[in-house]
């Protein structure tokens, strides 16, 4: 086998003007797209991280926006039971300060009838007594009829009382 230089030099030449040819056709725009290619997943990283860090922000305002409901709600619901509880008490003292009004007022009814009561009695004792003695002086008795008078004024106060 004989080196044919001739052939060997043609072939080498072809190969380099191939290689040109390839070179500013084919390699350059496949370069060209990879580093685009590169370029564009570099970009879908970044944007990736900086959409995490944005969703991580907003679950972190979530979370502290969750915490503040949930602390506004207590209080909200402690203030309606303290509310409630005044509002018991209270209620619960004015039914008593009411009743003790009330009881006072029954007392005092009570007393008011009570003095009349005894009014009326002692009113009726003095004219029963008027009347008895009325009688006994009227009438001269000996003592059954002194005491048979007696049990009739008795009677007779009882029936009016």
């Given amino acids: 086998m004989e080196l044919q230089l001739g052939t060997m030099l043609v072939q080498l030449g072809v190969f380099v003007v191939l290689f040109l040819l390839l070179k500013k056709f084919a390699f350059g725009p496949l370069m060209r797209v990879m580093n685009e290619r590169a370029q564009y997943i570099e970009n879908q990283i970044n944007t990736?991280?900086?959409?995490?860090?944005?969703?991580?922000?907003?679950?972190?305002?979530?979370?502290?926006?969750?915490?503040?409901?949930?602390?506004?709600?207590?209080?909200?619901?402690?203030?309606?039971?303290?509310?409630?509880?005044?509002?018991?008490?209270?209620?619960?003292?004015?039914?008593?300060?009411?009743?003790?009004?009330?009881?006072?007022?029954?007392?005092?009814?009570?007393?008011?009838?009570?003095?009349?009561?005894?009014?009326?009695?002692?009113?009726?004792?003095?004219?029963?007594?008027?009347?008895?003695?009325?009688?006994?002086?009227?009438?001269e008795l000996n003592a059954e009829g002194h005491k048979a008078l007696f049990e009739e004024a008795v009677k007779e106060m009882g029936v009016r009382v």
């Fill in 48 to 139: 990736a991280e900086k959409n995490r860090e944005e969703a991580d922000r907003l679950a972190s305002e979530h979370r502290t926006a969750i915490e503040k409901a949930k602390q506004d709600a207590h209080e909200l619901m402690e203030n309606a039971r303290r509310t409630g509880e005044k509002q018991a008490a209270d209620i619960i003292a004015a039914a008593e300060t009411e009743a003790r009004r009330l009881k006072e007022e029954a007392v005092a009814d009570i007393n008011r009838e009570k003095e009349q009561a005894i009014a009326e009695l002692r009113e009726q004792v003095g004219n029963l007594s008027v009347l008895l003695a009325g009688k006994i002086v009227s009438k």
